[in-house]
């Protein structure tokens, strides 16, 4: 019998490194990238993390004009997040 609480897809976001723009719900979105083999970078009062060479993944949710892009990033919105998780990507 298949355990409905295993998670299956545990590695979905393994080699990942994701941004949190201050503008996004951080507390959840590390909540579900951790549990899925992500990593979590934010600005904090000590340390700005936005230059970070790992980052892979900047999520956001501001107008693509504001934001000074970096070609070696995907930029994603929150609710891919979970989309992903929700679709098994």
């Known amino acids: 019998m298949k355990d409905k609480f295993v998670n299956e897809k545990g590695d979905l976001f393994e080699g990942m490194v ?4 201050r503008e996004v719900p951080r507390y959840s979105l590390e909540f ?16 700005s993390n936005h230059d970070n060479e790992s980052i892979t993944h900047v999520i956001t949710d501001r107008d693509p004009k504001f934001i000074k892009m970096q070609k ?4 994603i919105q929150p609710q891919w997040i979970y989309d992903c ?5």
């Open 18 to 21: 994701f941004y949190c723009s």
């Open 32 to 47: 579900v990238i951790l549990a899925f083999g992500g990593q979590v970078l934010w600005d904090s009062n000590e340390k």
């Open 72 to 75: 070696n990033r995907e930029y």
């Open 85 to 89: 998780i929700n679709n098994k990507v």
